[in-house]
């Protein structure tokens, strides 16, 4: 079993997809080892995306991604993190296939409705950087 880190970003929660994207979650077969809702800081959404620091959008994503609540997760299944990314679709909403999490829920690419990591090196900072082991029993 793989885990990855997954985020209900602030434009899906405040449009009220929250319990959509979760439903959808449960039927793809994920487990959900952690959830909770969060209002970020910028520092706080600066330090989880420092990666890209250097990225000309950095200033709008940090600024979005602290704009309102989110819901951070853990989701855990076979190759959890390329499933949860198949799942979500495309960067950009636009290019993202018909089915998909940023197709039905996402704006564009600044407001794209969900997070997910792309490796098991970055699942493993971005899961610690929000949970203890403690709140993934
Ligand atoms: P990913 O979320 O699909 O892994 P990344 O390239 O890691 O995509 O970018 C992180 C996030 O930064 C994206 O989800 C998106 O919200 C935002 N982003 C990426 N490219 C742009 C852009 O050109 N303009 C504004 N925001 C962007
Ligand atoms: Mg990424």
């Given at each position: 079993m793989e885990q990855t880190f997954a985020i209900i970003k602030p434009d899906a929660f405040a449009a009220g997809n929250a319990g959509k994207i979760l439903a959808r979650i449960y039927e793809e077969g994920f487990t959900v080892k952690g959830l909770k809702k969060l209002y970020l800081s910028k520092v706080e959404a600066e330090g989880f995306y420092y990666v890209h620091?250097?990225?000309?959008f950095f200033d709008e994503l940090t600024e979005f991604m602290s704009s309102g609540p989110c819901i951070v997760m853990v989701l855990e299944a076979e190759g959890a993190i390329a499933q949860w990314r198949t799942l979500m679709g495309a960067t950009d909403p636009e290019k993202a296939e018909e089915g998909t999490l940023r197709r039905q829920f996402g704006t564009y690419v600044g407001e794209n409705a969900t997070h997910g990591s792309d490796a098991p090196e970055t699942a493993a900072f971005e899961i610690g950087y929000f949970f203890s082991g403690l709140e993934l029993l």
């Open positions: 620091k250097s990225k000309p």
